[in-house]
């Protein structure tokens, strides 16, 4: 496609649920990273894939989250027994050898 | 890990004037990249800086990528209403062997653009 694709754009679940969060990257683009935005903060990493590979995961919060990519391409950014403070917009982006690195719309996940 | 200090956190300022933002670094980085984000919007990405020293513009943006390589500013001139939103800075350190290419980011200026 023509830029990063994010689904769904909203998700609204229950604590105790798990949710998987999808990525779609522009075509081509190597590398991948998933960041977390809570209201009027700034971004906070997650994780980063080079493609299938994540050589830094330091970013996911607890053992809850995890990630992975497949085909260098779809990732899945899984969190499971959400709680209320994972809360947040997660943002995906792409980049190329570049290093010009272009973002999705974001998953806004409330959990109540 | 590697941290952006990015000042001011926030700014308010009449239409028509003029404004400057900064990133400064512990550690070298890169490649300096400037974003904007909008409400409920992901950051879109303004301009890449690449080499030491360089100035480089888009419109009514101009960035530079210092020349010790652990800052950078944005400069926006003359403001417009449109230009409200959050800014922020991003640091990479691709290698030449295509490892690592993580971002780390700036915590954001807000600028409120007063008509």
């Known amino acids: 496609g023509a830029g990063v694709s994010q689904s769904p754009s909203n998700k609204v679940t229950e604590k105790g649920k798990d949710v998987e969060l999808r990525c779609d990257p522009i075509s081509g683009h190597t590398a991948l990273y998933w960041y977390r935005q809570s209201l009027g903060q700034g971004l906070e990493f997650l994780i980063y894939f080079q493609g299938n590979s994540a050589p830094d995961k330091s970013g996911l919060p607890s053992d809850r989250f995890s990630a992975e990519r497949t085909g260098g391409s779809v990732s899945t950014l899984t969190i499971q027994r959400t709680q209320q403070e994972d809360s947040a917009v997660y943002l995906c982006?792409?980049?190329?050898?570049?290093?010009?690195?272009?973002f999705g719309q974001g998953t806004r996940l409330t959990v109540v | 890990g590697q941290q952006l200090n990015q000042s001011p956190q926030s700014m308010f300022i009449q239409e028509g004037e003029d404004v400057s933002m900064n990133c400064t670094s512990s550690s070298i980085f890169n490649t300096w990249l400037w974003y904007k984000q909008d409400p409920g919007e992901g950051p879109v990405l303004l301009i890449a800086?690449?080499?030491?020293?360089e100035l480089t513009s888009n419109g009514r943006l101009t960035a530079q990528f210092g020349i010790t390589r652990k800052d950078s500013f944005l400069n926006i001139s003359a403001s417009i209403p449109s230009d409200v939103g959050i800014y922020f800075c991003a640091g990479q350190n691709g290698n030449s062997g295509g490892s690592n290419y993580k971002l780390t980011f700036g915590k954001g200026t807000l600028l409120t653009v007063n008509p």
């Open positions: 982006a792409s980049s190329n050898y570049a290093g010009e690195a272009f």
């Open positions: 800086l690449y080499k030491a020293g």
